[in-house]
């Protein structure tokens, strides 16, 4: 096919070996085994060189696509062959950045050096179908995650924040809890971002025996600049998990608040498949859970508790 497409480029036999480093002859050949086995006469040989038929002509353009592929073919499984032995591919829920470079930096130190592709995860829904579509190798990010599929631990407990407007008489707080913030309007930011940090703020206000006026934002949340207006604008109060806009200090306008309650935490997790082979990858979780032993030693049951899986 390679030697249909020179010829029909150069329009010359002669040419056409040339550019393929063959000489003639074979290549005279190639075309006219190619002809006997398609049953069909794909050029009119001449003394100046050759001249495509209406067939050639036609099936030219879907050679060109079989070559194309071919080449994309033969390219990802020198990839493959060359690089996937180290690299490690991670899903990175919001704000969790700071403690995947902790083990990336442990690796190092340990004199291990895998090739790491970071990808933002914007939902429980996307982590595991990432996961389970293999374009990441694990993640780390908040439950609910796919148990039957996945191995899920434990890393660390993440506090949620308070993100109040950067006047607000609580604003200069160390910390606070749920009760000074009942007059509040709670901001609601789209549940399926993260089904189990929805679920345990609402929890929070019905074990404080409050019920805030609850204001949805859709489209709207603390990890967005639309969001941030309307806490910096003074139209109510987001509870959050994670540093807003993946920055590390607060965007101007608002103040984070660490939120006090008992339970006004989150489990953050790393998850990869369950039958994960790479060398890499699980060099890499290991090192993850050294960095993080305390929760890590706990069963994988410890991450998702029944009342906030979705």
Known sequence: ?????????????????????????????????LEDELGVCLFVRHR??????????????????????????????GQMTRDDSQIVRIGIGWGLWEPVNR????????????????????????????????????AVSRPPFDTV??????????????????DHPLAGRPSICVRELASEPLLLWDRHLMPVVFDTILELYAQAGIHPKTIPTPGAGPHNLAGLMLAASGKGTYLCIG????????????????????????????AWRKNETSPAV?????????????????????????????
């Open 149 to 166: 599929a996945l191995n899920v631990v434990p890393l660390f407990r993440e506090r949620l924040l308070a993100v109040l407007s950067e």
């Open 282 to 310: 699980l060099q890499f979780i290991d090192c993850m859970r050294e960095v993080f032993p305390q929760q890590s030693d706990q069963p994988a049951a410890a991450a998702t508790s029944s009342r906030r899986v979705s």
């Open 48 to 77: 100046h060189g050759v001249t495509l038929t209406e067939p050639g002509r036609r099936l030219l353009e879907k050679a060109r696509f079989l070559d194309a592929a071919a080449a994309d073919f033969f390219e990802a499984a």
């Open 243 to 270: 540093v807003p806009v993946g920055s590390q200090q607060p965007a101007t306008g608002v103040a984070l608040v660490p939120v006090a309650d008992e339970g006004a935490q989150v489990d953050i997790c790393v």
């Open 1 to 33: 096919m390679r030697a249909f497409i020179a010829v029909a480029d150069e329009l010359s036999v002669t040419k056409a070996a040339e550019r393929l480093h063959i000489s003639q002859p074979p290549l005279s050949r190639q075309i006219h085994q």
């Open 103 to 138: 083990v990336r930096l442990e690796s190092e130190r340990q004199g291990l050096h895998p090739e790491i592709e970071v990808t933002d995860v914007s939902c429980a829904d996307d982590c595991n179908e990432r996961l389970r579509g293999r374009s990441i190798d694990l």
